[in-house]
């Protein structure tokens, strides 16, 4: 709920474009029953399909129900640019470096661990593990309108950007292969055009696969850690899974918490 605040808030700004930030209906598709999701009343909109909209759609032989939603929809690549420019703004030096030990930051008061897949290492958690995403970019500026056909074993997404549509795509949990899978990509091609079969004709402009941090639960606490004579004060934030770019915003204000805490026992620490 807080980032859907916050997206709504710079939603209304200038900023709203540079950052990729968009409103967007988007229509889910089950070949099962399904009761509503939890996080329905945090949308902008929501309601289940009518029966015209599953005779209507495509792939309506297979559908059995539905939801229609209208939600904020963000390019990250054009979020990430943005937010770093506004660190930028602020002072914030940025270092690029790798880390195989946390004990690396040790001489920094306070650590805030945001490393995703590489906590699996770096902290180290076994309970993170890979699940694997793989993705096409597409040129299709017909597509409008977000579609997402679930099964009970698949998912098929098409999520239109302002320069390209996302098509989809994978969650293969334990999967640490990070080059493109053939297979994959033509069964997420022809998935998604089961669902809107012009994009038959949509030119590709990139395939992309990454790691999401999967975990069985967000890890967002305090850890204080002995380093040779120094205590580690580190705050955790990792394994949000596919839901980074959703929960972002919620998570960094706890997380902005779990700091304020420590540097009161910094600061109280130095006086005495």
């Given amino acids: 709920m807080q980032t859907m605040d916050w997206a709504g808030m710079l939603y209304k700004t200038e900023d709203a ?3 990729g930030l968009s409103l967007l209906d988007v229509y889910f598709y089950f070949d099962h029953k399904r009761e509503d999701p939890d996080w329905k009343d945090w949308l902008l909109a929501y309601r289940r399909i009518t029966p015209e909209e599953k005779k209507r759609a495509i792939c309506h032989e297979s559908i059995v129900d539905g939801w229609c939603c209208t939600t904020f929809c963000v390019d990250t690549d054009l979020l990430m640019t943005w937010l770093i420019k506004k660190l930028k703004s602020h002072n914030c030096r940025f270092i690029k470096k790798k880390l195989t030990d946390l004990s690396e930051v040790s001489t920094y008061d ?6 995703g897949i590489g906590a699996n290492q770096l902290v180290p958690d076994p309970s993170v593990v890979p699940v694997r995403g793989q993705i096409m970019r597409v040129k299709a500026p017909w597509v409008q309108h977000g579609c997402l056909f679930g099964t009970e074993n698949s998912l098929n ?10 098509l989809g795509g994978t969650a293969q949990v334990g999967n640490w292969n990070k080059n493109i899978d053939k297979e ?10 089961k669902i809107i079969p012009s994009l038959k004709h949509a030119e590709i402009i990139k395939e992309v696969v990454d790691l999401r941090p999967g975990r069985p639960s967000i890890r967002l606490e305090i850890e204080r850690r002995r380093v040779g004579q120094k205590e580690m004060k580190i705050v955790h934030n990792y394994g949000h899974g596919g839901s980074g770019i959703s929960l972002q915003w919620g998570c960094a204000l706890d997380s902005r918490k779990l700091i304020d805490e ?3 026992e910094i600061r109280v620490s130095s006086r005495l």
């Fill in 110 to 115: 306070i650590v805030v661990n945001c490393s």
């Fill in 262 to 264: 420590l540097a009161k």
């Fill in 157 to 166: 997404y098409i999520i239109p950007r302002p320069n390209c549509v996302i």
């Fill in 184 to 193: 994959d990509s033509k069964r997420i091609l022809e998935g998604c055009c």
């Fill in 17 to 19: 474009d540079v950052m």
